[in-house]
């Protein structure tokens, strides 16, 4: 499906869970529940959707949706808003190991595909021209590895990456600018399960994206959460915000904090609160690695956020940012083929002007040429 109007379309590609089983997980499952919500914990705080997500019943992707708001200076995209729907979710019983992701806005986007091994993905329904001869096209890059971890044995895992670009084409011009590609998911090790046909079998996708509603939320707690209090394993909102509940060496499940995560006293209880430094790994072998550093352009760090959400938005700002750069390149480009032209001296229009000798040349009383 063609983008026919750059305004009104906002195109933002990720990891999505597509699970909707609602068969509790073995107690199992425990390991790869609290990796996939520390995976949520990380989406959560991408600074251009308001999203909540939350991992899947059966413990093996990420179910998520939230509501776009531009929040940069075009006037165009003042009040612009979006649903999107968005995550993943590994297949432990296909052989090789596949990887579901798909993503979904309302009348704009519905793309799913199951995936085995890096690949690049060009998204047919993220397309426009911006100018004639000159086009924008979106890309996933999935990067998917069977690792193997030494104080696991026996256990499957898997480093699964997901990035998304734009690429600017043209003329026998070729880009992927810098603002339009960036990390979605960050490349991090997952266990995987083993198969359990009536769980991890026919999993459906959701049919529809509802207005930013997360299609498996959270329950709440009914009382105020107490950090090592008793839980339930295969129960959402069981623990507090920032917690999960985690089975001890002796069988018993209390509420602890999720990595990049202190306790803190706060009058009777025990919250949670963001430590100082980002999402660290754990010790279920979950890696997050951070974002190349951007290189140094001259532009404020505030300047830099509004390119992102711009050029994320594919909105009037970044179609016009293009034309400008297309526009100044084409006119470098004929300065430089034109500029070099010297201009002919009076004499030159003359025939019968004398013509300069070689040793007029090497006289120190010629003016040099300045070509």
Same mark, same amino acid.
């Given at each position: ?187 991090? #090790?997952?266990? &995987?399960?083993?198969? @359990?046909?009536? /769980? ?7 049919? $529809?994206?509802?207005? =930013? ?102 909105? #009037?700002?970044? &179609?016009?940012?293009? @034309?400008?750069? /297309? ?7 004929? $300065?430089?083929?034109? =500029? ?32």
């Amino acid at each position: 499906m063609a983008i026919t109007t750059c305004s009104n379309h906002f195109i933002f590609i990720t990891a999505y869970g597509t699970g909707h089983n609602q068969q509790s997980p073995p107690t199992a499952y425990d390991e790869e529940c609290l990796v996939w919500q520390n995976a949520t914990e990380f989406i959560e705080h991408q600074p251009t959707v308001a999203v909540e997500c939350v991992q899947n019943h059966p413990c093996t992707g990420l179910d998520c949706s939230g509501v776009y708001t531009y929040q940069g200076f075009i006037p165009y995209l003042t009040d612009f808003k979006t649903d999107v729907c968005f995550g993943m979710s590994l297949k432990p019983c296909h052989e090789p190991l596949g990887v579901q992701i798909y993503v979904m806005i309302p009348d704009m986007v519905n793309f799913s595909t199951i995936v085995y091994s890096d690949k690049e993905i060009a998204l047919t329904g993220v397309h426009q021209e911006i100018i004639p001869g000159f086009n924008l096209d979106g890309f996933i890059n999935v990067d998917i590895e069977n690792v193997s971890v030494a104080r696991q044995p026996g256990h499957r895992y898997i480093r699964l990456g997901m990035r998304y670009k734009m690429r600017v084409s043209g003329h026998h011009f070729e880009q992927y600018p810098d603002g339009m590609r960036f990390t979605l998911i960050p490349d991090m #090790v997952i266990p &995987v399960p083993d198969c @359990i046909p009536s /769980i991890h079998s026919n999993i459906p996708l959701p049919t $529809q994206c509802l207005s =930013g509603i997360t299609p498996a939320p959270w329950v709440p707690p009914t009382k105020p959460p107490i950090l090592g209090k008793s839980c339930m394993v295969n129960k959402f909102g069981s623990c507090g915000q920032h917690q999960i509940c985690h089975v001890q060496s002796n069988g018993s499940a209390q509420c602890i904090c999720l990595s990049g995560y202190i306790a803190l006293p706060a009058s009777s209880d025990l919250l949670c609160f963001p430590e100082k430094t980002t999402i660290k790994p754990t010790d279920y072998i979950i890696d997050f690695y951070p974002e190349p550093e951007p290189r140094a352009s001259g532009m404020s760090s505030r300047m830099k956020n509004i390119l992102y959400i711009v050029f994320g938005a594919l909105g #009037v700002g970044a &179609v016009m940012t293009i @034309i400008v750069v /297309i526009a100044v390149v084409k006119y470098k480009r004929y $300065q430089a083929r034109y =500029g070099n032209h010297s201009l002919l001296a009076d004499a030159d229009d003359d025939p019968e002007a004398p013509l300069m000798s070689a040793a007029d040349m090497n006289n120190d009383d010629v003016a040099p040429i300045i070509a």
